[in-house]
């Protein structure tokens, strides 16, 4: 992997700190990842709620993020400002205090307004600059109507109208609530899409990617439009043993992308 795959366009080059915290941070990602996969903790008799393990890798991935990417989209920087190692530093206390205390502020959230209120505004804070870093603001943009619907729904007629939700319970939904931040998407993407596309790496490290593209080659290559053929077929053999596109693409896609 070159540096320019690590920091695409706009993002900070690696200095001396970047290259040791960087790939540490990215590592234990993935050995949390591989933790929870495993079903390990069962093994061990460890009791680990699933929002728990999604928390821990969502704050190491803002992290990386605020590290990676610039403030400012498109602007190159010579090092990583102070500022965005602060908020660095700050997504992961942030994620070690909520994985410790989500079960208590889960069951007491209505009793404890003041730490929940605390917690889920620093979350939503470094979750939007995140995303704002990583994808620009389309996503904030819906989030936010979103958002003031269920501010004013209230004040709509018809089929839209529906019952207000006061801004502190709002705040506290989005991050500690088990159906929002902790969600159904964020649990597909850690306990789904991230082992599959750790395998495929390790398929295309030990040839198999290969080899489907070699079979495909074999049985296509000739034809007209082979280039074509071969990526369709090659992906159809691998998607029928994983069945996650974005694992087929970060494995076969590596070879056949290319040849289209």
């Not at 695409?8 to 700190?17: H, I, T, V």
């Not at 990602?29 to 929870?36: K, V």
């Not at 006061?166 to 899409?193: C, E, H, Q, T």
């Not at 082979?226 to 069945?243: C, E, M, Q, T």
Request: proline share 5%.
């Amino acid at each position: 992997m070159t540096l320019a795959d690590r920091h695409p366009a706009g993002a900070a080059p690696a200095g001396p700190l970047a290259r040791l915290v960087e790939p540490g941070l990215a590592g234990l990602l993935t050995l949390i990842t591989i933790f929870w996969a495993s079903g390990l903790p069962l093994w061990i008799g460890v009791r680990v709620y699933a929002e728990q393990v999604l928390i821990s890798v969502l704050c190491l991935a803002i992290a990386l993020c605020l590290l990676t990417r610039p403030a400012n989209r498109g602007a190159g920087r010579p090092t990583v400002p102070w500022y965005d190692k602060a908020l660095a530093v700050l997504a992961i206390g942030f994620g070690i205090y909520l994985t410790w205390r989500f079960p208590v502020l889960a069951d007491e959230v209505f009793y404890r307004p003041v730490e929940a209120m605390t917690v889920s505004a620093i979350g939503l804070i470094l979750l939007l600059e995140a995303l704002r870093r990583g994808v620009g603001y389309s996503l904030i943009v819906v989030l936010g109507l979103v958002c003031l619907y269920a501010l004013f729904s209230d004040q709509l007629e018809g089929p839209l109208q529906s019952r207000a939700v006061s801004p502190k319970r709002l705040l506290s939904f989005m991050v500690l609530d088990s159906a929002a931040l902790a969600g159904a998407a964020l649990y597909i993407a850690v306990a789904v899409v991230l082992p599959f596309v750790l395998l495929a790496k390790l398929l295309l490290a030990t040839g198999g990617s290969a080899f489907f593209s070699d079979l495909s080659s074999a049985l296509l290559g000739r034809s007209r439009g082979g280039s074509a053929k071969i990526a369709i077929v090659a992906s159809g053999l691998f998607g029928s043993i994983s069945g996650s596109a974005v694992s087929n693409v970060a494995s076969t896609g590596g070879i056949t992308i290319p040849l289209v």
